[in-house]
């Protein structure tokens, strides 16, 4: 259950004017109370088009399923055009209020035809922040994918969450990557010039206040040669302190090793002492 009333209207774009049937379909305004958030061409998928190019599940960009409904929209977060940029712009039901915490949460799926990306994220705002480029839009996200690894599921939906106090005002949410070139990278197990994600389920609900997570890594810990730290958690983003972000992470070195743990709003760190003792040089016991 959600503390509140979702602010989003038409969260998971299935009110139309009309079927898609041409590229830019949520510029156009062919979903309803959503538009784009500069003069790029953001697309607009849904069961009843006639055209396989904007169906669903299947068109011209992949294929998926919807996390909910018969419909999402997609859009460029980074492409061989520099700096180019597509995003989805919505005004919410009601201003947010002053001091207050609200919950922000989307679901996205790299198309199979594209590349993922590291950045992806969600501007809250008192005004439009309509660009007439399609490039970069000049805005710091209150809500930003900062776990530094790539975007790359294209089977099934990643949830990308965060939570922020509200300065008051802000009626305006616009997704997309607010990252220039220099700071968006394609994954390098990829070589494709496009980043393309489909999304859906968009979410803005009042909530709590971030609280600590409590964990426990365990240790001290002996092994020969390696050791595979498994926290045993589920639901959280990871990154361990090498950087990556794999549920569990394998050491061949004695030291401390160090794992942030977070839900989007929630976040805890633990540590763990694990001591390889397979590692010494050989004895040399002489002639």
Known sequence: PLWG???????????????????????????????????????????CSSNVQWGVPSNAFGTETPVSGVGYAGMVCKFVTPNYREYVLAQLTTPLTAGTWYTVSFYISLAESSCGSNHIGAYLSATSPYLAQWTVLPETPQIDYAFGGYLSESNGWTLITGCFQAEGGEEYITIGNFHDDTETSYDPNCGSGLSYYFIDEVSVVEGNAPEELIFDLGGPEFACNEYVIDPGLSGYYYVWEDGSNGPTLTVNETGTYSLTISDGCNTGVDSIEVTIGGNNPPVDLGP
Do not use: K, R, Y
């Open 5 to 47: 009333q979702n602010l989003v209207p038409n969260p998971s774009f299935e009110d139309l004017l009309t079927c898609p049937n041409v590229f830019g379909g949520i510029c156009t305004g062919l979903a309803i109370n959503w538009s784009c958030g500069n003069s790029a061409t953001t697309d607009l998928f849904n069961e």
